[in-house]
């Protein structure tokens, strides 16, 4: 089968396809798309003359390979799949099934003969023994839901119309996300298979690593953090509001919840910078979701919040593209995200529009006037008359992202 194939990825990984020495580790949250970009490697390497015998290919979570849970049950599979001669491409899928994986797959790795591709949905892959038997040893690849370019280019691949409107278009990224199966379903069965994706995280990548005494509450903590996405957040601002809610936590449980959520890759953490002082804020963060259309899913309420749904497109789009990603302070004012990569730095406020008044563009372009070093400063908005004011970049966010402009 032919799947849409992710070159933003592809492109990353292609140069290590037959790399013996390094183990090619792909991350994600699940059903973001990681077993399809591994069936692509697969794909462009049967294309480019490998043999299909020195292929192998393991989905640990499929029928048939379920019952494969120790070290030893896993060597002896791989080892049975073995028969062919030279450069053998081993695919294992969902590895962290198999406690004490490491091992294993770092003896096929010294063999010289195997290059190793793996998946994982959770930071506990990338813990532990990973971390202390194989570092300098594995190249991590993390994958992200659908970008806007990505998500374009699925529904053209799936045959589905696209709106000629860009801006409408990209509202309806907001909604759908970026899962892939999900643009196969409309309406309530789409956000039934999100929240179906919540409970499979929940089955898969937490109860059967961690310990969750109240799973009422911790589902309450689950849910408050992804309705209060990209707002400023510490962890006793968010204990008063459950107290206040009635849900009696205490800090360290609390800290801990969120950290499952984390580790779990339902949320991701950006912490705050001050750029007078040069240091991160203690504290305070902002937590951004893995992908829009949880918020969706577990709410009734389908209207866009432009402010925090802009800003979590915009900080995925930067992860994705490989930015490390902060929020910015200025005094008393915020600069919505400080990315860099390469010792590069670019800032970014992001506004639903500032056509409103002149007092609303003023507010949105004030902070980056105040930042007084020579790196680009940019302002994004949905769909505005584009402004030219002290150097700072104007866009509109729709084509920005289906072209692919890096900041």
């Known amino acids: 089968m032919k799947w849409y194939r992710r070159e933003h990825y592809l492109s990353k990984i292609r140069g290590f396809y037959h790399d013996t020495g390094l183990i090619k580790v792909i991350t994600g949250v699940r059903r973001c798309g990681k077993s399809c970009l591994m069936e692509c490697i697969a794909e462009e390497l049967l294309e480019s003359g490998v043999p299909a015998s020195n292929m192998i290919y393991i989905n640990l979570d499929k029928r048939g390979y379920r019952a494969i849970k120790t070290p030893d049950q896993l060597d002896r599979l791989i080892e049975e799949k073995s028969s062919a001669d030279g450069l053998k491409y081993l695919f294992i899928d969902e590895i962290q099934n198999v406690k004490g994986f490491e091992e294993v797959i770092n003896g096929f790795r010294e063999e010289d003969t195997y290059s190793i591709f793996i998946t994982g949905s959770n930071s506990y892959l990338l813990g532990g023994e990973l971390i202390t038997k194989l570092t300098g040893r594995y ?40 899962f892939p199966r999900a643009l196969l379903y409309e309406g309530e069965n789409k956000y039934a298979y999100i929240k179906g994706i919540i409970q499979e995280i929940y089955e898969k990548d937490i109860k059967k690593r961690v310990k969750i005494r109240n799973v009422s509450i911790f589902e309450t903590v689950q849910r408050f953090l992804i309705n209060n996405y990209g707002a400023t957040m510490s962890l006793s601002g968010i204990l008063e509001q459950l107290n ?8 360290e449980t609390l800290n801990r919840y969120i950290q499952i959520l984390l580790d779990a890759k339902i949320l991701h953490c950006c912490n705050r910078f001050d750029l007078k002082s040069k240091k991160s804020i203690a504290g305070e963060k902002k937590y951004y979701l893995a992908d829009p259309s949880f918020y969706y899913a577990l709410n009734t309420d389908k209207r866009v919040n432009y402010g925090p749904a802009m800003e979590n497109a915009v900080y995925l789009y930067c992860r994705s593209n490989g930015y490390d990603v902060n929020v910015g302070r200025i005094g008393k004012l915020e600069c919505d995200f400080i990315v860099h990569k390469n010792f590069d730095y670019a800032y970014i406020q992001v506004a639903m529009t500032i056509m409103n008044s002149l007092e609303t563009e003023n507010r949105e372009f004030r902070s980056s006037e105040n930042i007084k070093d020579g790196y680009p400063k940019y ?24 072209d692919k402009c890096q900041f």
């Open 244 to 251: 206040h809610e009635g849900c009696h936590i205490k800090r």
């Open 139 to 178: 190249l991590e690849f993390d994958l992200y839901p659908l970008s806007f370019e990505e998500y374009l280019g699925m529904k053209t691949y799936l045959g589905k119309v696209i709106q000629p409107d860009i801006t409408a278009e990209f509202d309806s990224y907001l909604y759908d996300g970026g």
């Open 379 to 402: 302002l994004v908005t949905r769909n505005d008359l584009i402004q030219h004011r002290n150097g700072i970049i104007h866009v509109n966010i729709a084509p920005f992202m289906r």
